[in-house]
């Protein structure tokens, strides 16, 4: 089975009835701001259904991020609460299993 992912450049992905867009950004940009102070790696914007990535990390750093990010957005859409340690582990757990099993391209 081939399951390949590309994030090197913006994409869209749905979940149920919505599109969520993904960018990947620079580490000052206006969305990656939270009060006062900057995300470092990435954030999920329930009011617009976006996912902004830090372009600079490294590529399994993005990958994570983006999963970590995913599950924020599942939760919203789907209206269930995941302690945030939780959120984190899982997380990283499905992207080091799609890592290491499948092909990630930058």
Known sequence: MNFNI???????FKLGAHEIKVYLVDA?????KHEGDYHTEGVYLA???SIYL???NP???IFST???ELIH????????RIKHTDL???????????????QVKK
């Open 47 to 49: 009011e617009e259904l």
């Open 54 to 56: 830090l372009k600079t």
């Open 59 to 61: 590529p399994s750093l």
């Open 6 to 12: 590309s994030i090197d450049k913006d994409f869209s």
């Open 73 to 80: 957005a599942i939760e919203h859409i789907y209206t269930i």
């Open 88 to 102: 984190n582990l899982i997380g990283e757990c499905i992207s080091q299993v799609l890592i290491d099993n499948f």
């Open 66 to 68: 983006f999963f970590h």
């Open 28 to 32: 000052k940009h206006k969305k990656l």
